[in-house]
């Protein structure tokens, strides 16, 4: 594999997407108040950052609209209630997820609404599915990128076909995402290489969506960049479900190209993070997300165990070794 | 550059250091409990851990024994109180710095002593004072190995120079060092390849001790790993000075040879670690560090911020960047 660029310079191609509201709203059920929303905002636009992901569409026949806070949903009045017509250059995005999301009725043609980008999140049993929001959302007028999600634990060549019919498709973005924080920089670098090979075939983008299970979500959000990946997900202070993702200021303090500006983030992390930590709102990485990750997991067991306050480490490691 | 071994098979070359009293000690001035001491000893044997350092060989003409625990000055006698002979697999180790240590004195023949290795630490500027305590202690019959710290400040023509003149020492093995926690995982595997091209000349080893400023610390030491570099030194939780180290329970979760067992691993952090960091004992991966990490600098104004309760990182940044 050939690197692509190196530290000195910077590519043009890079693109920087915020997921703190979304992946961070998995922390908090969406419960975020509407000044840190609104900070968030403008600091995103002062850093230089590219998207930024309000939350999911999901459907609201299936989950209830009492249980949740509202970037759950993402209703176009509640994206314009803090970007208006955001007259700026930085683009808007949600999350939609195969299967959970009334795409047909809740996402409206992309002449009449603010958001920029659908972010189309499958498993690898569903992508004839995502495809067809892929392209219905294509032809709404929006940018779309397709998140294949646990790719740690897909079949290689199933995983082939899949990209092949995704490079078929009408996506902009294909995402490598390490949804359980288990690959490590030479696997990246493996798959950003598969992914890439189809971009490059399909004239698409490829993005990284790491989490920080085993401290290698900044690490493989790097290296899949150096390598050629050109989306690049992160979140304040890496907030998001568990262990958290690739910390936003790491990345800023990486990347070269001068439209980058770490100091709003830096603000915002001592005037909006610190405070959400101090009120007891919890993610990040600890040995029982690591343990999950190296076991190539989902965390949930990790979550209720931090939920439950439990430090029995080496009891919790047996559990995970059972998986009959 | 090409990679050695893969994910599945292991590599009988890999040897696995513990430096948690060690780089642990300048987090609390080497006051350890016996207890702990013991407990972290019993720990890495039966981890298969295969080297622990317990500390300094410091000066006692530069250094008050009354202001620091005994680990800072490593007595053979205090190291015999927790290992008596040492009948097990994993060997002793110390550090002696260049300059701060009256090696000729307190540095005993091998034969009398417990310690097996002498771990030298040297900037570039004192090479040929590190290569006469390397060959000194080689002739009192100890294994040695040599860290050169600050790399990543070094003038990369000197840099070659020192390499070749430590090839032609006695040292056995020679350290990549990431002393301020700012090197990139590509700059990583490029100074490998410098170290492990001079290594393979001479018939060394090469070593990596990585910092988690810029939470890199465990892929830096699996990207040395992965391309051959086969020293890795840990610590339990990453105790270390400042930002720490790699994190001994992620190291247990990557190496695949059957001899290392992260059970006691994890039961020594849910014992010993999470207690002593109840106690307040302070240290990991905080925005200051990430902050001199980026910057290539010396963590002591990040640690002179966290010990003064200081959240205002936008102001900090700035005054990194001053320089002159």
Chains 1, 2 share one sequence.
């Not at 709203?25 to 975020?32: A, R, T, W």
């Not at 909006?272 to 990040?284: D, F, H, N, T």
């Not at 190296?294 to 439950?308: G, M, Y």
Request: charged residues 25%; contains cysteine; glycine residues 6%.
């Amino acid at each position: 594999m050939e690197q692509k660029g190196e530290l000195i310079s910077y590519r043009p191609d890079i693109k920087v997407v915020d997921c703190t509201i979304r992946d961070g709203g998995l922390v908090n059920n969406f419960y975020f108040e509407d000044q840190f929303v609104k900070n968030l905002y403008t600091a995103n636009v002062a850093a230089g950052v590219d998207y930024m992901e309000f939350g999911y569409k999901a459907s609201k026949e299936i989950f209830d609209v009492k249980e949740f806070g509202k970037w759950k949903f993402c209703d176009e009045a509640d994206i314009r209630e803090i970007v208006g017509d955001n007259n700026t250059e930085l683009k808007i995005a949600v999350m939609a997820d195969v299967g959970r999301t009334d795409y047909k009725k809740d996402i409206i043609p992309k002449s009449e609404s603010v958001i920029d980008i659908i972010r189309i999140a499958t498993y690898i049993n569903t992508i004839p599915a995502a495809v067809e929001m892929i392209n219905y959302c294509h032809d709404l007028g929006y940018e779309t990128s397709i998140n294949i999600m646990a790719v740690s634990t897909a079949n290689e060549n199933e995983l082939d076909i899949a990209l092949d019919i995704l490079g078929q498709s009408q996506a902009d973005v294909i995402y490598l995402v390490d949804s359980y924080g288990s690959l490590y920089p030479e696997q990246i670098r493996r798959m950003a290489d598969k992914y890439l090979a189809v971009a490059e075939k399909y004239g698409k983008k490829v993005g990284i969506h790491a989490h920080n299970n085993q401290q290698l979500a900044f690490a493989n959000t790097v290296e899949a960049c150096t390598f050629g990946v050109s989306f690049l997900d992160a979140t304040m202070s890496g907030m998001g479900r568990g262990a958290g993702n690739c910390y936003m200021e790491l990345l800023m303090g990486f990347l070269r190209n001068p439209k980058y500006n770490i100091n709003p983030v830096l603000k915002f992390i001592q005037n909006q993070i610190l405070p959400l930590k101090k009120a007891g709102v919890v993610w990040g990485c600890d040995v029982q997300y690591m343990l999950t990750g190296q076991q190539n997991q989902h965390p949930r067991s990790a979550i209720a165990f931090t939920a439950d306050e439990r430090e029995d480490y080496s009891n919790f490691y047996q559990t995970l070794l059972d998986r009959e």
